[in-house]
């Protein structure tokens, strides 16, 4: 009898990780949901909204750098197929209860494998850059709660994440 938990599809038979065949898969719409944020002090906070960076615009730039990182998922995950996304969008907002910045990415395409590396992917790199750019006001701002939100289309369905414990 075939068993309930799915295993791992990049491991073989013999235990070697290789990339999953996705050639007799169905193209299909499919997109992914990942999100992240980055705490850091009040003041700092402040700072970034201000424009007041000495890096300049970070909000702007992390963005721009999730865009960037999501294209290149493949070349940063060695099993990763590279894909031709139709759209990969970034969103960072100030969160004052954090405080820090909240970032959400959507990667969509239509093919035959999932994208939910390439959100994930995006939001990590969105939230280092935002460290980098600004570090030299706080250097304990700390970066967490990256993960998948949703997802849809392919043959595992849809999925959606309840909030985070």
């Known amino acids: 009898m075939a068993s309930e938990t799915p295993g791992l599809t990049h491991i073989d038979a013999a235990g070697e990780a290789h990339m999953v065949d996705v050639g007799d898969k169905a193209e299909t719409q499919r997109s992914a949901t990942a999100c992240g944020h980055v705490k850091m002090k009040a003041e700092t906070l402040a700072l970034i909204r201000e424009g007041n960076a000495k890096k300049g615009d970070v909000i702007g730039t992390a963005r ?29 907002v100030p969160d004052e209860a954090l405080p820090g910045l909240r970032i959400t990415a959507t990667a969509r395409l239509t093919g035959r494998t999932g994208v939910e590396m390439e959100a994930l992917t995006a939001v990590s790199v969105a939230c280092l850059t935002i460290y980098d750019m600004a570090k030299a006001a706080d250097r304990m701002m700390e970066i967490g709660g990256i993960r998948l939100t949703e997802k849809s289309g392919g043959k595992s369905g849809d999925f959606k994440a309840g909030d985070p414990a």
């Not at 294209?71 to 969103?91: E, F, R």
């Open 64 to 92: 721009l750098a999730g865009i960037m990182a999501a294209k290149q998922t493949a070349n940063l995950i060695p099993l990763c197929h590279p894909l031709m996304l139709t759209k990969i969008a970034v969103d960072i």
